[in-house]
Each structure stands twice: as structure tokens, then as C-alpha cells.
Nanobody
Framework: QVQLVDTGGGLVQAGGSLRLSCAAS????????MGWFRQAPGKERDIVAA????????HYADSVKGRFTISRDNAKNTVYLQMNSLKPEDTAVYYC?????????????????WGQGTQDTVSS
């Protein structure tokens, strides 16, 4: 099993920045990729960004390209999501997740373990 703790959410004004962190523990050698998803009230959980554990490949949702950056620190078993130029429509609960299979998954079903989620609210 892999345990994930995601932190860093909060309230910020539009145009501001937030940095999310997700620390993994347990059977981390099984991790091939990590992703950040978000879910707004009444909506499905969608991919925001993902990165292979080697760091060689990344994926971003079109809505966050150029504003968000995903990175990882293998020594700390931690993945980060730097979110800049935030918009009210970025308001959601953000979840980190790990993928065991090879490749870079972009859907919920590709991921095996999930963090508890962190609320990010962007005010206009």
C-alpha cells in the first residue's frame, strides 16, 4: 500500500499562487507516476497534471497549461503542484494520486492510491 498526504491548499485571490505538496510513504517503489486531480462541487474528478516518477514525462490539462507546474523530489517521495495566475474556476478540492502501471495516466481509473484532498478556493 501507498499512503499519501497532500497539503498546501487554502484561500487566495484571483491572480495569486498556491503550492501543493503530496508526500508518499509505504510501498513507494511501486509508483510509476503521480498525478494531481481536482473536483469542483457537482462535477467529476478531472486530471490537472501528471508526472512520471522518473520525471521524464509530464501531462497538463489544457485549462492549466502555462499556469501550473508539476514537479517531484524522488529523495523525499514528494510531488508538487505550483499553481500561478489562479482563477476562480480553479476552485476545487485537489487530490494527488499514484499510478502503478507504466505510462502516464490521465483518468481516475489509471490511479491506484489517493490522498485525502485539499480545498483550494480562489476568490474573484
Amino acid at each position: 500500500q501507498v499512503q499519501l498526504v497532500d497539503t498546501g491548499g487554502g484561500l487566495v485571490q484571483a491572480g495569486g499562487s498556491l503550492r501543493l505538496s503530496c508526500a508518499a510513504s509505504g510501498r513507494t517503489f511501486n509508483i510509476n507516476a503521480m498525478g494531481w486531480f481536482r473536483q469542483a462541487p457537482g462535477k467529476e474528478r478531472d486530471i490537472v497534471a501528471a508526472i512520471t516518477w522518473s520525471g521524464g514525462s509530464t501531462h497538463y490539462a489544457d485549462s492549466v497549461k502555462g499556469r501550473f507546474t508539476i514537479s517531484r523530489d524522488n529523495a523525499k517521495n514528494t510531488v508538487y503542484l505550483q499553481m500561478n495566475s489562479l482563477k476562480p474556476e480553479d476552485t476545487a478540492v485537489y487530490y494527488c494520486a499514484t499510478q502503478r502501471n507504466y505510462g502516464l495516466g490521465t483518468t481516475v481509473s489509471d490511479y491506484d492510491y489517493w490522498g485525502q484532498g485539499t480545498q483550494d478556493t480562489v476568490s474573484s
